[in-house]
Every structure is written in structure tokens, then in C-alpha cells.
């Protein structure tokens, strides 16, 4: 039997290396893509990896460069996979971008680059991936418990997303707010502060418009958060370890019962508008 690919995005560190790590060691056989967008931070990851799970390792782990932000890049590695394994079984969307809270860049530059990488970014690789994702396979997207949008979106937003029938909705939804934020009125428009926020509620839409759109290709799509972890993006602040971190998405990757379809908090189902 063929052995069951999986590729994470932005594995270099944080919640995407623990993912790797826990798919490692309990998934019997399989080929795990620990992917980077910059070649060096990637290869010493993996190398790190390997020294750590020595034996307790029950598959294969592998670096492949991979920039969600970069077309070429996508491309290249879809083209890899296919002609290596002829196609893949799991994709984890886990590469993600916030700003420090004292960061100084405009909002809109902030609104940019946040949503450039979370939402346009994860749409792009998916772009490339999904097409080669076998009947029966899962993509599991890492958003976030700030993408929630009740009492932080106006309700036409709301509408709007929940509703979401095309991608088209959805970057209407962003662009409105990067304009917003170059205008300095996202209050009046009915948007939160952070681009953040608004890169993670699009990101959230997108899972779950793209569960609804492959659904007959037999492939499931999961939204999640991973709750607050100790990385890099939180300064460190977050209670629970990358381990921790990593459990939701690795269950929704893995597991039977894994809810699709919905967006998930710490391996339950929540409201997210
Ligand atoms: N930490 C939390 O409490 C928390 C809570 C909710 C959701 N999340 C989400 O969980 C995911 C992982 O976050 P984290 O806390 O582990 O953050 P992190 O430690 O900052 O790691 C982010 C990873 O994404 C990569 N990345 C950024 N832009 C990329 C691109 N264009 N192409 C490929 N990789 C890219 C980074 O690569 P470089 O090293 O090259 O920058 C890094 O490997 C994110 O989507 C985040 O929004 C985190």
C-alpha cells in the first residue's frame, strides 16, 4: 500500500513544527512534508526533528521549500508531489502572519501583509493542492478563535461570509476592509480594528466555502484553532505548549470523529458568527 502523504505549511517553528512532530510519531507509515518558505530555517528544523524523535519516529519526514505567498513556488512543489507520490492525503494550512501590537506600519500596510499571508495566502496554496488531494483526503486550515465574528463584525459582513458562495465574496470582504483601513474608517464600515481579526474570519469562510465546493470530489475541509500557544507570533504568552498547540489540528488531520465543516476550538465545534 501506497504510504498516506501530508504537507504543513510554515513547519519551520511553532504549532506547524509540532504538527509535524505528532504526525511523526503516531502515524504509522506515513510521509510527513515539513515545508518552509525559506530553505535554511526549514532544512534546520527538520534536522532538529529528526534528532529529537530519534526512534520514536513511525514515518518519514521530508523538507520541501514552499512560500504560500509565491505562485512559482506553489506550482513547483504541486508538480513535485504529483509526479513523487502521484498526489497527496492531507494538506495543513497551518503558515500564518500577525504584526506585534506595538508594530508601526500603517493599517494599511498591516492590513495588507496580514491578509496577504493568512487569507490570499492559504487561497493560493490551496489553489495549487487541492486539485492533487485524493478522494477521501482532508485539508485542515489553522485559523484562529479571533476569526469568531459575532459582536465584532457588523451583521451585513456577517451575512456575508457565513453565506459565502464564491471566493469572489470573500476577497470583496477583505478588500473592503484593506480600503478601510487605508481610509482610516473601518469603525464606519463595520469592521474591528485588526486586520488580524478580518484575515482570520475570511480565512475561516474559505475553509468552510471550499468544504461545501469539493464535497462531491469526497475530500473534507476543517477550520480550526488551536488555542492560545507559546510561540513566536505570541510572544510567548500562550499558555499552552506547541504540543498542545498541535493537537487540534493533527486530530482534525487524523481522527474518525473529527467534526468537518465547522470551525473547531480545542477539538469542539463553536459558533463562529
Ligand atoms: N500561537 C497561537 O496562539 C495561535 C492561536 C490561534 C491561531 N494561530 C495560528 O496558528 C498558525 C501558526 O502560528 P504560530 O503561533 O506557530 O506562529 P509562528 O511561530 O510565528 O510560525 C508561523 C509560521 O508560518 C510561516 N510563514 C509565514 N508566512 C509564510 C509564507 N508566506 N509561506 C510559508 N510559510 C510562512 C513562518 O515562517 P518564517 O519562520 O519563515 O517566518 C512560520 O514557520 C498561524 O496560522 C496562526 O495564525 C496561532
Known amino acids: 500500500m501506497s504510504p ?11 504549532i506547524g513544527y509540532g504538527i509535524v512532530e ?11 512534508y515539513l515545508t518552509a518558505r525559506d530553505e535554511s530555517r526549514g532544512k534546520a528544523s527538520l534536522e532538529k526533528l529528526e534528532q529529537s524523535l530519534a526512534k520514536n519516529k513511525k514515518g518519514e519526514i521530508r523538507f520541501h521549500q514552499l512560500d504560500i505567498e509565491d505562485s512559482n513556488s506553489c506550482q513547483k512543489f504541486a508538480d513535485y508531489l504529483k509526479k513523487t507520490h502521484d498526489g497527496i492525503d492531507v494538506l495543513v494550512n497551518n503558515a500564518g502572519f500577525a504584526f506585534d501590537n506595538s508594530a508601526k506600519e500603517s493599517p494599511e500596510e498591516q492590513a495588507k ?4 499571508i493568512n487569507y490570499y495566502g492559504t487561497k493560493l496554496v490551496s489553489s495549487k493542492l487541492i486539485p492533487i488531494i485524493r478522494s477521501g483526503g482532508r485539508v485542515v486550515n489553522v485559523c484562529s478563535s479571533m476569526g469568531i465574528m459575532k459582536d465584532k463584525f457588523d451583521q451585513k459582513h456577517i451575512e456575508k461570509l457565513k453565506n459565502a458562495s464564491s471566493e469572489k465574496e470573500i476577497d470583496d470582504f477583505v478588500e473592503e476592509y484593506i480600503q478601510a483601513a487605508k481610509d482610516n474608517n473601518r469603525k464606519e ?12 474570519a475570511a480565512e475561516i469562510a474559505l475553509t468552510l466555502l471550499h ?8 475530500i473534507k475541509f476543517y477550520a480550526c484553532c488551536p488555542g492560545y500557544v507559546n510561540t513566536d507570533m505570541t510572544n510567548h504568552n500562550g499558555h499552552l505548549t506547541i504540543q498542545e498547540g498541535a493537537d487540534t489540528p ?4 487524523t481522527s474518525d470523529d473529527a467534526p468537518d465543516g465547522k470551525f473547531v ?7 463562529w458568527y
Not at 511523526?24 to 510527513?32: C, F, P
Not at 480594528?193 to 478580518?198: G, I, K, L, P, V
Not at 493533527?250 to 488531520?253: I, S
Open 211 to 218: 468544504g461545501r465546493q469539493y464535497s462531491n470530489r469526497g
Open 113 to 116: 501583509v496580514t491578509i496577504g
Open 4 to 14: 498516506r502523504i501530508f504537507v504543513v505549511t510554515g513547519a519551520n517553528k511553532g
Open 22 to 32: 505528532k504526525l511523526a510519531s503516531t502515524v504509522d507509515g506515513a510521509v510527513t
Open 250 to 253: 493533527t486530530w482534525l488531520a
Open 265 to 271: 476550538y480545542l477539538r469542539k465545534p463553536v459558533d
Open 189 to 200: 464600515k463595520g469592521f474591528p480594528e485588526s486586520a488580524y481579526r478580518t484575515s482570520k
